[in-house]
């Protein structure tokens, strides 16, 4: 076998076949109809629009005053502070769920499984109504705490089949050198798993910035409860279709950019070996073995 040929099998696998012409011109083809469809819900969406006066000036002039763009702002600021501390809290949480999953206590397996299970079947809203009035906690430490809660618990399953990923010759060869399970956990396992984890974390985080939106339900003055306020207090019909053409690209436009950021990661691993060559010096013509 030549090595053009070589090549050009790397193109394909054993389970998957490059496309043939027919295929190819089939798959051409939906992609036309996908577009040309979707062209078309977006024309239907827009005459909607027009045919509603949703853009008129009238309708458009309140977004200019002072006053709503500093609420809007104070809105979005809330959003982007109460998603910080559940991002870092859930990551915290997962940290410590999944390192007693992973411990050998049984004991303390059994409880770490029990504490994810229970918080990851919970819905998210029905948490945060249940600290919020039940515990009679402030609006955003009871929408940080109920965020926290299920995302920890998902990322602590990402984090512990993160770390059973690892080869488990690594482990093994960590212990035989002497090494302790706390050291072999922090200095050969998770650097590992971390490269793995990380596209699945920060998607993960995007839905908790997403789920921020819940704060409104509990009078927390994020950036769509500052929306709801403004379009309330609008005198027009249909006032919330301006608001929401107002909020919308901002809350899509964050989680496009962890989006893009998690695909960006995971295109970098990919492309990244995730170890480098090293360099071996050549023995010299002077160097004598043992014994000779």
């Not at 577009?35 to 024309?43: D, E, N, Y």
């Not at 809203?125 to 995302?151: D, E, H, R």
């Not at 691993?269 to 002077?286: F, H, M, W």
Request: charged fraction near 15%.
């Amino acid at each position: 076998m030549t090595a053009h040929a070589l090549h050009g099998d790397t193109q394909s696998t054993a389970l998957y076949d490059l496309p043939g012409p027919l295929t190819r011109r089939r798959h051409f083809l939906y992609g036309i109809v996908s577009t040309v469809v979707i062209l078309g819900l977006l024309a239907w969406i827009l005459y909607l629009l027009f045919d509603t006066d949703q853009f008129t000036a009238v309708k458009w002039r309140p977004f200019a005053y002072k006053g709503i763009q500093e609420l809007l702002l104070r809105g979005l600021g809330n959003t982007l502070k109460a998603f910080a501390y559940a991002s870092a809290l859930s990551l915290l949480l997962g940290a410590v769920l999944a390192t007693g999953r992973l411990s050998v206590h049984r004991p303390l397996r059994w409880l770490a499984t029990l504490c994810v299970e229970f918080f990851r079947a919970m819905p998210v809203l029905v948490m945060i109504f249940f600290i919020f009035v039940a515990l009679k906690v402030q609006p955003l430490p009871a929408l940080v705490a109920g965020l926290t809660l299920y995302n920890g618990s998902v990322l602590a399953e990402v984090f512990r089949t993160g770390i059973n990923s690892v080869d488990r010759g690594q482990r093994e060869a960590a212990y035989a050198l002497g090494m302790r399970k706390t050291q072999v956990m922090t200095h050969v396992l998770a650097p590992q798993a971390v490269r793995a984890m990380l596209p699945a974390i920060i998607s993960q985080l995007v839905v908790a910035l997403k789920d921020t939106s819940l704060g409104y339900l509990i009078t927390y003055e994020e950036f769509l409860h500052a929306g709801k306020l403004i379009a309330s207090n609008l005198d027009y019909d249909l006032p919330f279709i301006p608001v929401v053409m107002i909020i919308s690209p901002v809350y899509i436009g964050m989680c496009m950019l962890l989006s893009w950021f998690a695909t960006w990661v995971a295109r970098r691993e990919r492309r990244n070996p995730k170890t480098s060559a090293v360099e071996v010096a050549p023995a010299l013509q002077e160097t004598v073995l043992p014994g000779r």
